[in-house]
């Protein structure tokens, strides 16, 4: 039975290009990075052009990026480090619909005294601009929001976001874990401090992530010890990974028109033969701006484990929501935010496309849907007559 793998925001594959790359640095080019001979000196200078590389994808300078393991971690330290910054102010803004990363991270700071404002979110996702201008204030020390959303794939206005924060004198933190070779960063003339990115979302290994801090933003460092990344994050580098990040920012940098037009029709095609298959079924965050990649839809009187279990025996992957959603049974603080109503909540799929993915494989996944949900009915807990 053949794969079909559409859970690409949980995890990607990693590119052959990006493996092969990475290779030479674990039995040849093994020198620490910081040592003085030439087998650290050689790793040295792999590292420095995968720095570029990251550098280059993001419209950045070398010296504004830090390494770190994961997205998380970038997101832990640029959210800690905001608030060390400005240990004057207590007021953090974020939203209801972040990540774990920077949800548990700000409300861990609700715990220590801060005043943490989350802002809500419409019926399709879309950012409260106006929750937001009101809860801005000159206490405000950090606004932490995410580029766009894992679940529903729905993007948020993060310049706009950024430059209000500004007026207030406030850091601006984006987590830009989901936007990586789906659409354009671009930091040149940004109005964002810091920003996170994970390798693994966009075809290079677990383990390696990246935290851009603009040149002149005040930094507190999380992992105290040694001095590498100027200072900035202590602990060897991961040469191999970092070295496979870069490749794979230079190939998501050559694939970004391929994800504006292939990846984005494919996930349109998939969107509108579900929509024409399945009755009833509903696009969560059709209306906002979305990733090209992503598809959130609920189905309605179905409960979305059942779903997950026959594609599954299918050879279908998917998702509930995020990845640490999947493994509980709790409803998607996501959804939950945007009102989904619970006949419908209990229902929703993720399906997130790639480069690799086929059209042969969205018309299975079209083909098998409408079955599926018909048995799942039949056996549906809920009333349809209510
Ligand atoms: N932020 C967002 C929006 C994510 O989707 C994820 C992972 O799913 C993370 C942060 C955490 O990234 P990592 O798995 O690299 O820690």
């Given amino acids: 039975m053949d794969l079909i793998y559409l859970d690409n925001n949980a995890t990607t594959k990693v590119d052959e290009a990006v493996f092969e790359e990475m290779m030479p640095y674990f039995c040849a080019i093994y020198g620490n990075p910081s040592s003085l001979h030439p087998i650290g000196q050689r790793a040295k200078t792999g590292v420095d052009a995968a720095r570029k590389k990251v550098a280059d994808f993001i419209g950045a300078s070398p010296s504004e990026i830090v390494f770190t393991s994961c997205g998380s971690e970038s997101d832990s330290t640029a959210i800690v480090s905001a608030l060390m910054s400005l240990p004057e102010r207590h007021h953090v803004i974020t939203t209801s619909v972040e990540h774990l990363a920077v949800l548990d991270c700000c409300r861990d700071f609700a715990h220590k005294g801060y005043r943490v404002t989350e802002i809500g979110v419409d019926g399709d996702g879309n950012f409260d601009e106006d929750a937001y201008a009101a809860a801005l204030d000159d206490d405000t020390a950090l606004v932490s929001v995410m580029w766009a959303n894992n679940e529903t794939g729905v993007v948020f206005p993060v310049e706009e976001i950024a430059r209000a924060a500004k007026r207030h004198g406030a850091l601006v933190h984006v987590d830009a874990v989901q936007v990586a070779g789906k659409i354009p960063i671009d930091m040149r003339g940004s109005s964002i401090d810091t920003l996170a990115l994970s390798g693994h979302k966009f075809h290079a290994p677990k383990g390696i992530g990246a935290l851009y801090i603009r040149e002149g933003t005040p930094f507190h460092k999380l992992f105290l010890g040694g001095h590498q990344e100027r200072n900035r994050r202590a602990g060897t ?53 979305r990733t090209p990649n992503t598809l959130c839809i609920a189905f309605p009187y179905a409960q979305e484990d059942g779903i997950l279990q026959e594609l599954s025996e299918m050879g279908i992957c998917a998702s ?14 996501v959804l939950t935010a945007m009102g989904v109503p619970s006949s419908l909540l209990n229902g929703a799929i993720r399906f997130s496309l790639s480069r690799y993915s086929t059209r042969q494989e969205i018309d299975r996944l079209i083909e098998v849907m409408p079955r599926i949900i018909n048995d799942l009915e039949s056996m549906s807990i809920w009333d349809k007559e209510q």
């Fill in 237 to 289: 580098e991961n040469t191999a990974s970092i070295i496979g990040f870069g490749k794979a920012c230079e190939l998501a940098a050559a694939f970004l028109e391929h994800e504006a037009t292939y990846v984005k029709d494919l996930r349109d095609r998939l969107q509108e033969g579900l929509c024409r298959a399945v009755p009833g079924a509903a696009v969560l965050g059709c209306n906002a701006e």
């Fill in 320 to 333: 509930s929501g995020s990845a640490c959603n999947s493994r509980t049974l709790d409803a998607s603080h």
